[in-house]
T-cell receptor, first 115, second 110 residues
Framework: EAEVAQSPRYKITEKSQAVAFWCDPI?????LYWYRQILGQGPELLVQ????????DSQLPKDRFSAERLKGVDSTLKIQPAELGDSAMYLC?????????????FGPGTRLTVL | SQQGEEDPQALSIQEGENATMNCSYK?????LQWYRQNSGRGLVHLIL?????REKHSGRLRVTLDTSKKSSSLLITASRAADTASYFC??????????FGSGTRLQVQP
């Protein structure tokens, strides 16, 4: 069964360092999402891609976060510099539908700890 | 707020019992979805119910939707220890991507 791949699974970094997360969606899925999930809360959307284009990045802290999906397949989310408050689970999801509200398939996530 | 609110926040039951969790919301929706998240893992889609549907079943899951009360419930029958997880409702408002609530943490005691 096809799955969304993410790496690394865990990342520990010191504040002010740069970190990067990678996501490979299910093959053929045009829509890709990055979420941040703070412990005990639900996922919050950071950025949504349709193919290589950004559809929604209204909640992405653009002073330190960046995301790209250059060829419309895999994607990278970067934080530079990392802050203590960035400690969270970063989840990637993909959907075969171009409609925003359809079913999403999630990867296992990257647990980030900023010291 | 465009996100749902789950109730209760936490639920502990014995294996074999039924578990019911609720989701209330304030905006109009196209559909409502339920997801499960095992500890430290990604979310898994369970079921989607459209705004013109009132009830839907999938295996041991039963979901109801009352758009007049803006609420949904997820019933897990004959629960198992493997059902221990957090359960989230997600709203499709048609305006942006799904918005998730804070979840119900279910503990099923063997």
């Amino acid at each position: 069964e096809a799955e969304v791949a993410q790496s690394p699974r865990y990342k520990i970094t010191e504040k002010s360092q740069a970190v990067a997360f990678w996501c490979d969606p299910i093959s053929g899925h045009a829509t890709l999402y990055w979420y941040r999930q703070i412990l005990g809360q639900g996922p919050e959307l950071l950025v949504q891609f349709q193919d290589e284009s950004v559809v929604d990045d209204s909640q992405l802290p653009k002073d330190r976060f960046s995301a790209e999906r250059l060829k419309g397949v895999d994607s990278t989310l970067k934080i530079q510099p990392a802050e203590l408050g960035d400690s969270a689970m970063y989840l990637c999801a993909s959907s075969s539908s171009t409609r925003q509200g359809d079913t999403q398939y999630f990867g296992p996530g990257t647990r980030l700890t900023v010291l | 707020s465009q996100q749902g609110e789950e109730d209760p926040q936490a639920l502990s039951i014995q294996e074999g019992e039924n578990a019911t969790m609720n989701c209330s919301y304030k905006t109009s929706i196209n559909n409502l979805q339920w997801y499960r998240q095992n500890s430290g893992r990604g979310l898994v889609h369970l079921i989607l119910i459209r705004s013109n549907e009132r009830e839907k079943h999938s295996g041991r899951l039963r979901v109801t939707l009352d758009t007049s009360k803006k609420s949904s419930s997820l019933l897990i029958t004959a629960s198992r220890a493997a059902d221990t997880a957090s359960y989230f409702c997600a709203l499709d408002t048609g305006r942006r991507a799904l918005t998730f609530g804070s979840g119900t943490r279910l503990q099923v005691q063997p």
